[in-house]
């Protein structure tokens, strides 16, 4: 696989990619492998007994015979939610007993829908996630620029760069590119290359095109158009496999690839880890005291659990604050 996931280590055959709602269920027992990376997580294994774990399984294929055969319009949200809800302690089970991602969108495809998402990541780590990443973004991302225009960024003429195109694209087509622009400064003053978190690929490219250019596997927003931040189409690719589709925004879109990393139990890849925990600690505010989500050893570049990277940004910002205000 190409993410490393904090999961059982047997290894997991690949399904058909066919959607399937007739599974067997395994009956969690107190021998059970469980996972290893409850990192940041309040409810990461809910108690689940052979007296649930029939009865729910019946729920899930319910839900499979929805998602299948019922127009999305039709669907019936406040039920699904419910079922979603019902059903958390065995989603957890399948995800944290390591099965793969396609093998998990074939038995919970609501799961992998905005709703579906945001509502597991909350009864998993009891954040609503798209709204925590909007109201930090309306309230830092203004002056983490202006941080970077500043020569002590060392990244001034990068970020000017990135927030002229900005304007120019948000002036041209209405397009809201503030928020991509924002994440491009970071990445850039991390020195972490764009493509270790966005895929762009051509307006056309259909679900397949779309895997085979995810040669490596990572977790990633796929831009559909020339650049991220002229992106109007967004869709979610994690281990080779499109997870989510037609997303029109990008802060819907980054909110979705920050879930996945936890619901799934995806270590930070190494190229966008300082990224990726900046956006944890700044914009999510998950701080553990202990532990790491990055997919790397960093015995001398960490204070403590944090990437001593990001603690400078932070540390800079600090400062910034207090003399700028």
Same mark, same amino acid.
């Not at 993410?3 to 059982?8: D, E, L, N, P, T």
């Not at 969690?28 to 007296?51: A, M, Q, R, W």
């Not at 001398?300 to 940004?313: E, F, M, P, Q």
């Given at each position: 696989?190409?993410?490393?996931?904090?999961?059982?280590? !047997?290894?997991?055959?690949?399904?058909?990619? =066919?959607?399937?709602?007739?599974?067997?269920?395994?009956? #969690?027992?107190? @021998?059970?492998?469980?996972? +290893?990376?409850?990192?940041?997580?309040?409810?990461?294994?809910?108690?689940?007994?052979?007296?649930?774990? %029939?009865?729910?399984?019946?729920?899930?294929?319910?839900?499979?015979? /929805?998602?299948?055969?019922?127009?999305? =319009?039709?669907?019936?949200?406040?039920?699904?939610? &419910?079922?979603?809800?019902?059903?958390? !302690?065995?989603?957890?089970?399948?995800?944290?007993?390591? %099965?793969?991602?396609?093998?998990?969108?074939?038995?919970?495809?609501?799961?992998? &829908?905005?709703?579906?998402? $945001?509502?597991? $990541?909350?009864?998993?780590? *009891?954040?609503?996630?798209?709204? &925590?990443?909007?109201?930090?973004?309306?309230? /830092?991302?203004?002056?983490?620029? =202006?941080?970077?225009?500043? %020569?002590?960024?060392?990244?001034?003429?990068?970020?000017?760069?990135?927030?002229?195109?900005?304007?120019?694209?948000?002036?041209?087509?209405?397009?809201?590119?503030?928020?991509?622009?924002?994440?491009?400064?970071?990445?850039?003053?991390?020195?972490?290359?764009?493509?270790?978190?966005?895929? @762009?690929?051509?307006? @056309?490219?259909?679900?397949?095109?779309?895997?085979?250019?995810?040669?490596?596997?990572?977790?990633?927003?796929?831009?559909?158009?020339?650049?991220?931040?002229?992106?109007? /189409?967004?869709?979610? +690719?994690?281990?080779? #496999?499109?997870?989510?589709?037609?997303?029109?925004?990008?802060? &819907?879109?980054?909110?979705?690839?920050?879930?996945?990393?936890?619901?799934?139990?995806?270590?930070?890849?190494? *190229?966008?880890?300082?990224?990726?925990?900046?956006?944890?600690?700044?914009? #999510?505010?998950?701080?553990?005291?202990?532990? !790491?989500?990055?997919?790397?050893?960093? =015995?001398? !570049?960490?204070?403590?659990?944090?990437?001593?990277?990001?603690?400078?940004?932070?540390?800079?910002?600090?400062?910034?604050?207090?003399? @700028?205000?």
């Amino acid at each position: 696989m190409g993410v490393k996931m904090g999961v059982k280590t !047997s290894d997991v055959g690949e399904s058909s990619g =066919k959607r399937n709602d007739s599974q067997e269920v395994q009956v #969690v027992g107190e @021998t059970s492998k469980k996972k +290893v990376d409850s990192y940041g997580c309040i409810n990461f294994s809910p108690s689940l007994n052979s007296d649930t774990a %029939e009865s729910l399984e019946e729920i899930r294929e319910d839900m499979c015979r /929805k998602y299948n055969n019922q127009n999305p =319009k039709d669907h019936d949200w406040e039920m699904i939610e &419910t079922q979603l809800r019902d059903t958390y !302690s065995l989603q957890r089970y399948n995800i944290n007993e390591g %099965e793969s991602v396609r093998d998990l969108l074939s038995k919970w495809p609501f799961l992998f &829908t905005e709703r579906g998402l $945001f509502l597991h $990541f909350k009864l998993l780590v *009891g954040l609503d996630i798209r709204n &925590t990443i909007c109201e930090a973004f309306s309230k /830092k991302a203004h002056r983490l620029n =202006k941080f970077f225009k500043t %020569e002590e960024s060392g990244i001034c003429k990068e970020a000017d760069e990135i927030i002229k195109e900005a304007k120019a694209q948000s002036a041209k087509d209405s397009v809201i590119a503030w928020l991509p622009a924002n994440i491009l400064a970071i990445m850039k003053y991390f020195s972490e290359k764009e493509e270790q978190l966005f895929l @762009t690929v051509d307006d @056309t490219s259909t679900r397949a095109e779309v895997e085979a250019a995810d040669t490596d596997g990572l977790p990633r927003i796929v831009c559909s158009g020339r650049s991220v931040m002229e992106a109007k /189409k967004f869709r979610i +690719v994690v281990d080779r #496999v499109v997870v989510m589709s037609d997303l029109t925004s990008f802060i &819907t879109s980054l909110s979705a690839l920050f879930a996945l990393f936890y619901i799934l139990n995806i270590q930070y890849q190494h *190229g966008a880890s300082a990224t990726l925990e900046f956006i944890q600690r700044c914009f #999510v505010g998950i701080n553990p005291n202990r532990g !790491s989500k990055s997919d790397r050893k960093r =015995k001398s !570049s960490c204070a403590g659990s944090v990437n001593a990277k990001v603690l400078r940004l932070i540390n800079q910002m600090a400062n910034f604050e207090w003399t @700028t205000c």
